[in-house]
Structures are given as structure tokens and as C-alpha cells.
């Protein structure tokens, strides 16, 4: 399995890009990069997935280096709604594998 | 439904009690996830289905935890003889595919509260 290692938590204001990277230097050849954010009392809500490269969509950007042994969520011109925990997931859906959560990034966003 | 749903949304039981936590999983997702999230940690694997076999049940914590998806779909998790430890959220996650990168669903959980 994957581990996976992001920072503890983030402080950013309103309107600035944050990243947030997460490291999984042991990522295997089948595994995609998946993030996810957790606002309190909530379950964990799809944010973006990769596998190389560049993904982008409508909420955020998913940037992933060559060697895939890393992986940096950005987030553009945050709000105070963002404020949440992020987890960086790796591996993928099926019969050989199960998804394991780290501690996730919990991102402080004010004014 | 439009999403996961679990019920019920909390349980207060006294030790020694089974409990059964139920999670409905968006129609037609043919993989099922149950975790347990201590306040301020990730989520822990616990037990995973696809349809109706379950394919991994290692992140149990003992035999007192079971969970079953006869008919793959619906899909019970029972804590039998429960403990204060027990106390947690359990959340349920499914997934439209059993195999590939396809994201999982989350629903709102089941707190359970062991006193």
C-alpha cells in the first residue's frame, strides 16, 4: 500500500491560490492520485483524481511530476468556504486493493 | 437515492449491546466501503464489498465487527457485545465500478456513542 504524507495544516487568506502538496513516494504503476475534502459532520466529497500530469476542473488543479512520487493540489483564490480537511488518497477501486486515509491537511482560510 | 445514505444518523447504546449500522449505497454502485473516523483523524479502512463478496474484511478491529451485503446492495455493519472503544463515526462509502480510478461516495455517517 501507498503511504501517503501531507502537511498537518495550512493557513491562507481569502483570494490567494493554495497548494498543497502530498508525498507517496511508494505509488505503484495502477495507482491514480485522488483528493477529497471533509468539512465537519460531513463524509470525505471527491475533489479531483489523476494519474500524470496536469487535471484540472472546475474546482481545483491536480499537478503530478514525471515520477508520480508526489502530487500538489491547488486550490485558486480560496474562500472562507474552503476552509476544510484535505486528504490526498492512492491507489485505486478494485479487488486487490483498499483505500487507506492518512491525516489529511486541514486548511484555515480568513479574512 | 441521490446519495449514500446510512441510518440511522446517531446511536446511543449501552455496553454490551449488538448494534447494526445500515448504509444504502447509490443505486447501481457495485462497491461498497465501510471506515470508522475518530474526531480529528482520517478515515480507517474497515471492510470492503464488491457486489454482494466482500473482499478484504482486514481492517475489522476483532471478531465483535462483522458486515454483510447479501443481496449487493444494502450492506450492514454489526458490532456485537459493543465497547466505549467503539465509539466513533462509521461511514459508508460506494463506488460505480469494482474496478479502476473511480471515486468514492461518502455518506453523512453514523455516529454511535457506546456508554
Known amino acids: 500500500l501507498a503511504k501517503t504524507t501531507q502537511p498537518i495544516s495550512m493557513d491562507s487568506y481569502e483570494g490567494q491560490e493554495v497548494n498543497i502538496t502530498c508525498s507517496h513516494n511508494?505509488?505503484?504503476?495502477?495507482?491514480?492520485i485522488t483528493w477529497y475534502q471533509q468539512f465537519p459532520s460531513q463524509g470525505p466529497r471527491f475533489i479531483i483524481q489523476?494519474?500524470?500530469t496536469k487535471v484540472t476542473n472546475e474546482v481545483a488543479s491536480l499537478f503530478i511530476p514525471a515520477d508520480r512520487k508526489s502530487s500538489t493540489l491547488s486550490l485558486p483564490r480560496v474562500s472562507l468556504s474552503d476552509t476544510a480537511v484535505y486528504y490526498c488518497?492512492?491507489?485505486?477501486?478494485?479487488?486487490?486493493?483498499?483505500?487507506?486515509f492518512g491525516t489529511g491537511t486541514r486548511l484555515q482560510v480568513t479574512l | 437515492g441521490a446519495g449514500v445514505s446510512q441510518s440511522p444518523r446517531y446511536k446511543v447504546t449501552k455496553r454490551g449491546q449488538d448494534v447494526a449500522l445500515r448504509c444504502d449505497p447509490i443505486s447501481g454502485h457495485v462497491s461498497l466501503y465501510w471506515y470508522r473516523q475518530a474526531l480529528g483523524q482520517g478515515p480507517e479502512f474497515l471492510t470492503y464489498?464488491?457486489?454482494?463478496?466482500?473482499?478484504?474484511k482486514s481492517g475489522l478491529p476483532n471478531d465483535r465487527f462483522s458486515a454483510e451485503r447479501p443481496e449487493g446492495s444494502i450492506s450492514t455493519l454489526t458490532i456485537q457485545r459493543t465497547e466505549q472503544r467503539d465509539s466513533a463515526m462509521y461511514r459508508c462509502?460506494?463506488?460505480?465500478?469494482?474496478?479502476?480510478?473511480?471515486?468514492?461516495?461518502f455518506g453523512n455517517g453514523t455516529r454511535l456513542t457506546v456508554t
Open positions: 462509502a460506494s463506488s460505480d465500478r469494482d474496478r479502476g480510478p473511480s471515486p468514492l461516495h
Open positions: 488518497l492512492v491507489g485505486y477501486t478494485g479487488t486487490a486493493s483498499k483505500l487507506t
Open positions: 489523476g494519474y500524470k
Open positions: 511508494n505509488i505503484a504503476t495502477n495507482d491514480y
Open positions: 464489498f464488491n457486489y454482494e463478496a466482500q473482499q478484504d
